[in-house]
């Protein structure tokens, strides 16, 4: 994919899906107030379904986008003293960043990259990251790892309803559903992974 290919996409107005989901995404990935992962699943049933976009570009800007995002926030807690870790992790529950703090000195990297993965994992992960001054050698590869996983799963619901539904809307809906469901059945299995280490503890 050429570069003037990505230009001219990224400025038809035909083509804004590339700069709303690549901006999404980073802010997303910044402040929680985006839903990065049905933002990802609806561009690419929208590139499955209609000519207006390209499903490598919207899988190269998903990444790019959580990748400097996940970096920012890790740089911000890192570098921000207290206040800043605090504003970071204001909307997080103080038990689960503890829980993270205990568990990143053991795990590592693969912390960073799970955390990505799992619902309200990201910001504690990389908080914590941050106020332990995690080398950025091996944060920086973990983290591109792991927006690279995160884009692709979220990509592939997006593909699966776009492969299935020729109507762009379905697909869109579909997709949609798909990530909530997705989401749903995570937040059960990491809350009955709590309950469990709780009656065990």
């Known amino acids: 994919m050429s570069v003037q290919v990505l230009a001219s996409g990224w400025t038809d107005s035909g083509s804004l899906g590339y700069p709303v989901l690549f901006g999404g995404v980073l802010l997303g990935s910044i402040v929680p107030v985006v839903p990065t992962g049905p933002l990802l699943s609806v561009a690419a049933a929208v590139a499955m379904t209609t000519d207006r976009l390209d499903i490598v ?6 990444v790019l986008g959580a990748f400097v995002g996940d970096v920012v926030t890790f740089a911000v807690a890192r570098f921000g003293g207290p206040a800043a870790v ?24 693969q912390i960073v990259v799970v ?37 692709v799963a979220y990509a592939l619901l997006g593909v699966v309803s776009g492969g299935i539904f020729d109507d762009p809307l379905v697909a869109t809906l579909v997709a949609t559903a798909l990530v909530l469901l997705v989401g749903l059945l995570s937040n059960r299995l990491a809350a009955r992974r709590r309950r469990k280490r709780e009656r065990s503890s």
Do not use: N
């Not at 570009?57 to 998903?62: G, I, N, W």
């Not at 994992?121 to 995160?150: D, E, F, K, M, N």
């Open 57 to 62: 570009l919207v899988l190269l800007l998903a």
């Open 86 to 109: 605090r504003w970071v992790s204001r909307r997080q529950h103080a038990d689960r960043l503890a829980e993270v703090r205990r568990q990143f000195a053991a795990h590592g990297w």
């Open 115 to 151: 955390g990505r993965l799992l619902p309200a994992g990201r910001i504690p992960v990389l908080v914590t990251a941050g106020a332990l001054a995690y080398p950025w050698r091996r944060l920086l590869p973990a983290s591109l790892a792991a927006a690279t996983l995160w884009a």
